[in-house]
Structures are given as structure tokens and as C-alpha cells.
């Protein structure tokens, strides 16, 4: 099952004025126009005043939203962390990769967390395949059986609620969390924490990580800058390393603008009390 809209990507844009048919993240170029060179003094002194306004705005609100700076990525190694990660599939390794997911640690050991946008609807046959790499199944492919999502992402696609738990079916008489374990979900942390970001590029047969600060972007959504998170990585858990290789997820790549319309921001919905609301209906629902 591909997700309705895209994952996580790109759009770029060269426009001087804001577009209503274009949306998201664009680079749109400011344009001032200057008085020629026959202008009054007076004219030319205002325009080069406000040319020098709107650039100091410009970088302050740059400087605000980087307070750290771009987050470099790379190829994320195979280990029992990153085995709790892995891509969804439509049918299996042979139809490519679509979004991203992860495990939570759960009493009956078999949800995985993404964004709401790569599960939303029927899970039909949606497979998801811990730790893949270069084609392989390291822990098997895990079917989805069913998928938990708000009522007001199902109704308005609100990027508020972009977040949805999957239960997954049983593989060779185990649970998926038996297998690889799983991340501790949390809800009502601070959204200024030192976050883990591993997931799937579309084009890629390994997952990529980064290490950097997440910050608050709006009272329901947070942002993380880290490098080349583009199609495929909505649903990648944010996850506070922990001791002993466990981990505690606060967010996964999607919310505005389905996670981020450039390759080097990511967002995620804010989690809260509806966040642990979902949780606790996929922990109860009966296979």
C-alpha cells in the first residue's frame, strides 16, 4: 500500500512573490524594487534602508530557527538500535520502499510507529521489514494487520495529527518486538532535546542517521535540521538515545508539510496526550 500523498520530499521554487498554487517549503528569492539611478536622493536613501531591514530580518530568522546548525548524515551501521527500524514495503523487497517505521515497545510486543501519511487507510498488503538492507530481510518481512490514526487526520488531513501506530501479525510464532526490540514511547517531553533521526531515503538500500538538536517550531510541531532526509523517510522515529542501546521516541518525520518539502528540515506532529490516546487504542486491539 503506497501512501496517498508523497513522503517526505522536495519542491524548489524561483518566484519573488508568494504563490497561492505553491505550497510548502520553497526558496522564494526577495525582489525590492530600486529606484533608477535619476531618483531622488531621498527616494534611493528609503529603498537601500529597507533593503538593509529586510536582510537583517532575514538572518535573524535564519540564526533563529538553525541555533545549532545542519546536522550531517550518513550511512547508519547494522546494529540491535537500528534493527528496531525499518522501511515499509508494498508485498515485499521487490516493490521498493515507500516510508519509513519503527518499533515501540508495547505488551503485546507488535506495533511500530510512523506518520500517520504512510499508513493512513487500508493497510492492504503493507509489509514492514526491520533493519533491511540491500535487498535483504535480515528479521523478516512483518504484515500489517491494522492501523490506528486520529479521527482528524482520517477526516481533514490535519498535519497536526500526522502520526499513526500499525499492529503487525505474528512471523514464525514470535512477536516483532521478541526479535528486535523496540523504543519506549513518550508523550509531553520538551521539544529541545538531542534527537536521533534514522530512516529511509527512497533511492537508497540503507538507512542514513544523524545526530543533532530538535527545536519547537509551533506549539503543536517541532524541527530538526539534518542532511539529505528526502522521499521515504516520513515516518523516521526521533529517538533519545538512551543507556545500553535503548532509545525513547518523542516524534516521527511528517506533520507540516508531510515532514519537510526540503531535503535538509524535517518536522514532526508535537506528541501529547492524543499521541498516547492512539498508542493505547493499538496496544488493545485484538488481532
Not at 507488535?110 to 514492514?128: K, Q, W, Y
Request: with cysteine; aromatic share 10%; charged share 10%.
Amino acid at each position: 500500500m503506497a501512501p496517498t500523498s508523497p513522503g517526505k520530499f522536495k519542491v524548489f521554487s524561483q518566484i519573488s512573490q508568494p504563490d497561492p498554487m505553491v505550497c510548502g517549503k520553497s526558496h522564494r528569492v526577495r525582489v525590492i524594487q530600486l529606484p533608477t539611478p535619476w531618483a531622488t536622493p531621498a527616494r534611493w536613501i528609503l529603498a537601500v534602508l529597507a533593503w538593509l531591514v529586510v536582510m537583517s530580518v532575514g538572518s535573524a530568522t535564519a540564526v533563529a530557527l538553525d541555533p545549532v546548525g545542519l546536522g550531517r548524515s550518513w550511512t547508519a551501521s547494522a546494529t540491535p538500535v537500528t534493527a528496531r527500524i525499518g522501511a515499509l514495503f508494498t508485498g515485499g523487497v521487490s516493490n521498493g520502499h515507500f516510508c519509513t517505521a519503527s518499533v515501540v515497545d508495547s505488551p503485546g510486543g507488535d506495533v511500530i510507529i510512523s506518520a500517520a501519511h504512510c499508513l493512513t487507510g487500508s493497510p492492504a498488503n503493507t509489509v514492514f521489514i526491520p533493519g533491511y538492507r540491500d535487498g535483504h530481510e535480515p528479521y523478516g518481512a512483518w504484515p500489517v494487520l491494522h492501523t490506528v490514526e486520529d479521527p482528524n487526520w482520517t477526516a481533514n488531513t490535519d498535519p497536526d495529527y500526522d502520526v499513526a501506530f500499525a499492529v503487525l501479525g505474528s512471523l514464525h510464532g514470535k512477536e516483532i518486538q521478541q526479535v528486535v526490540g523496540g523504543n519506549t514511547l513518550a508523550v509531553n517531553k520538551s521539544p529541545s532535546q538531542l534527537i536521533t533521526l534514522t530512516g529511509y531515503p527512497e533511492s537508497s538500500n540503507a538507512p542514513i542517521t544523524c545526530s543533532n538538536y530538535s527545536a519547537s517550531f509551533s506549539p503543536t510541531q517541532m524541527r530538526i535540521t539534518c542532511a539529505n532526509y528526502t522521499d521515504g523517510t516520513s515516518g523516521s522515529p526521533w529517538v533519545i538515545p538512551g543507556k545500553r542501546g535503548s532509545g525513547t521516541v518523542i516524534g516521527v518525520i511528517g506533520g507540516f508539510e508531510q515532514g519537510g518539502y526540503t531535503p535538509d528540515v524535517s518536522y514532526s506532529v508535537y506528541f501529547g496526550g492524543g499521541v498516547q490516546g492512539l498508542y493505547q487504542q493499538a496496544v488493545t486491539m485484538v488481532r
